[in-house]
């Protein structure tokens, strides 16, 4: 496996669409070292105490009820990369269907750019939860990509269990906060859709994608919120090192990066995280988590941005 076959699959894409989603796949995989994923019984026992755990607690410091995912998974890369072939293929299904004759080569360049953006993101994703929007079933998903794990850990040079049970608490603050709100995969999905039905009208809705935006503004920094105030060990040093390896990404992957909108996400972590912090320092922890009572209750952009005019609306 390597850059040969992941070409090799790129330049053989083929079907009417504009991106084959199957080369995607093997060209992707075959730019991507699997991984070990050798797990032994006393490091899945952890992975699972991790969770149950995160669970407890996030249920207790957010006030929140909430249900973990039926399906909690321990992958290497490839699996991740297959599990995310299928979401990436359902969310641009829209976009595909008002294509029409699409020449080779565009397909050959868009189904390239997919498997670029896959590998990349198969070689760095640590865990994931997955609310499979623009899925047919309500069925959610939790991944922790084991390779990455371990060796972003030794990376850093930090304990591997205690850097594993932080990526858990992080991904299960986002389970909580689905489960919390049974109206926000609808809401996200609707934003999605808009944007995506604009696009291929030839229009760019600033408004949905504003929308969208502020919305996993709200979903990213509540999840920092949570996540520093219910894990139960110290933490400021994963905090700490794992900025200064954002930062310090080389020319290449700081591209990649931005193509794929990550630099963007980075803003979404710290704008929201600022919102929730004087949020929960002014009313408690508690009176965060009031934005998933209702799609109402989110915050708007200026809201964000100046957290006194949020309280004052929704508890004056």
Do not use: C
Not at 197 to 217: I, K, Q, V, W, Y
Not at 251 to 264: D, E, Q, W
Request: hydrophobic fraction near 40%; glycine fraction near 8%.
């Amino acid at each position: 496996m390597g850059l040969y076959h992941s070409v090799r699959a790129v330049a053989g894409a083929g079907g009417d669409g504009p991106i084959d989603w199957t080369a995607v796949a093997d060209a992707a995989k075959a730019a991507t070292e699997p991984g070990d994923l050798t797990v032994g019984e006393a490091e899945r026992d952890g992975y699972a105490t991790d969770v149950r755990d995160a669970r407890t607690r996030v249920r207790a410091v957010g006030e929140l009820e909430f249900d973990l995912p039926e399906t909690v998974e321990i992958q290497n890369r490839h699996h991740w990369i297959d599990a995310n072939v299928a979401t990436f293929s359902r969310v641009m299904e829209p976009i595909e269907q008002q294509a029409e004759y699409i020449p080779g080569v565009a397909r050959v360049v868009n189904t390239g750019s997919m498997a670029l953006a896959l590998s990349f993101l198969g070689n760095n994703v640590l865990g994931q939860y997955d609310p499979l929007l623009l899925a047919e079933s309500d069925a959610h998903a939790l991944y922790f990509v084991r390779p990455n794990i371990d060796r972003v850990a030794g990376q850093l040079d930090v304990e591997r269990d205690r850097f594993r049970r932080w990526i858990a608490f992080h991904e299960v603050t986002h389970a909580a906060e689905f489960g919390a709100a049974p109206w926000l995969s609808d809401h996200l999905e609707d934003a999605m859709e808009d944007a995506i039905e604009n696009l291929t009208d030839g229009n760019l809705d600033r408004a949905s994608l504003g929308e969208l935006d502020t919305t996993m503004t709200a979903v990213e920094g509540y999840a920092e919120l949570l996540m520093d105030r219910a894990f139960d060990d110290e933490y400021d040093d994963l905090r700490r090192k794992v900025d200064e390896r954002r930062q310090g990404r080389g020319p290449i992957a700081t591209l990649v990066r931005r193509f794929l909108g990550l630099g963007m996400k980075r803003q979404q972590y710290e704008r929201g995280k600022a919102f929730f912090d004087a949020v929960a320092d002014a009313r408690g922890v508690g009176a965060a988590g009031r934005v998933w009572d209702s799609p109402e209750m989110l915050p708007t952009d200026d809201e964000i941005e100046t957290p006194s005019l949020w309280l004052d609306r929704v508890d004056p």
